[in-house]
């Protein structure tokens, strides 16, 4: 496990991810009930942006820091939501700030650093459990969510080759354990061919209702760069095929710098 979130917060990827999320989250609190929302791959919850790993890597000029400064009314709510928790929060750290009353959070985090890192962000917090556990096992203990309405969230780092592979088992177990959930996958978008068969193994595996949302800064050629990424979306909510293509025509506008190929997309995978 070399990956650690904190070199890449706030950068372009971190800002479509969480934009989307922030829209499924509200569109899940449309209904009063209760929701529980599951974190697969949590990270540590809250990136210093100025100093440390994410100021020597520097990608959050790219990211974040562009989106604050050219604010786009579509994305208001996204930057409202940062701009609120100060120090630049990651997937856990938003999802608490937007939970109700009646809602609670569940993280699994496995690095054990990045785990004890984010227990220490919800210190006594009873509406949030923070597991150090491999986040695709915990699939098969932690769902379906006794409130039967929830987002399960996976956002794994890709650094294994078989990353695409473990998260399609995953996502299919999922389904099957809780399959009237809003399930969502981030992905790299590197070049087209490893996406193209992530898409086709969950077709294959015959899950309904999938759509996916895509953003890329260039055309996706060069596989050694992250050109662009994506977020599968499993039980989508309704009014997303409508509400999500403005959020993404906003992050375009503030993160792509005109390259070549550049573009989004929102794609039906499978039918309802
Ligand atoms: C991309 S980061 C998560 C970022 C976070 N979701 C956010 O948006 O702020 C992926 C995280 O998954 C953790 N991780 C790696 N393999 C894991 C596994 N099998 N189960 C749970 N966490 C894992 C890594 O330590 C890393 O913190």
């Known amino acids: ?34 929701m529980m929302m599951l974190d697969t791959h949590a990270g540590i919850g809250r990136y210093d942006l100025e100093s440390g790993p994410a100021a020597r ?21 996204y930057r409202g939501v940062v701009q609120t928790l100060g120090l630049y929060p990651g997937s856990p750290v938003i999802a608490r700030h937007l939970l109700r009353r009646q809602d609670r959070l569940v993280c699994c985090e496995l690095h054990p650093e990045d785990a004890e890192a984010l227990r220490g962000c919800f210190f006594r917090d009873k509406q949030v459990s923070v597991h150090e556990r ?28 078989d990353e695409f592979y473990r998260l399609t088992d995953a996502l299919t177990l999922a389904h099957r354990r809780f399959p009237g959930g809003v399930l969502a996958a981030w992905y790299p978008v590197k070049h087209r061919a490893p996406v193209r068969a992530f898409h086709n193994a969950l077709r ?12 890329w800064l260039r055309e996706p050629l060069d596989a050694s760069r992250l050109n662009g990424c994506g977020l599968l979306v499993i039980n989508p909510p309704f009014k997303f095929e409508t509400e999500v293509p403005p959020l993404l025509d906003a992050l375009l506008t503030g993160l792509g710098d005109g390259e070549h190929g550049e573009g989004i997309a929102l794609l039906r995978l499978a039918d309802e």
């Open 1 to 34: 496990m070399n990956y650690r979130h904190a070199f890449h917060a706030g950068n372009f990827a971190d800002c479509f991810k969480h934009a989307l999320l922030i829209w499924l989250l509200r569109a899940l609190q449309r209904k009063p009930a209760g």
């Open 57 to 77: 890597t520097g990608e959050a000029r790219a990211g974040i820091f562009r989106l604050l400064e050219q604010p786009h009314p579509a994305l208001a709510d």
């Open 134 to 161: 491999d986040g695709y096992a915990a699939v098969g203990g932690l769902l379906p969510p006794a409130e039967r309405r929830g987002l399960v969230l996976f956002d794994p780092p890709y650094e294994a080759a």
């Open 204 to 215: 294959d595996a015959g899950i309904k209702d999938m759509l996916a949302a895509e953003l």
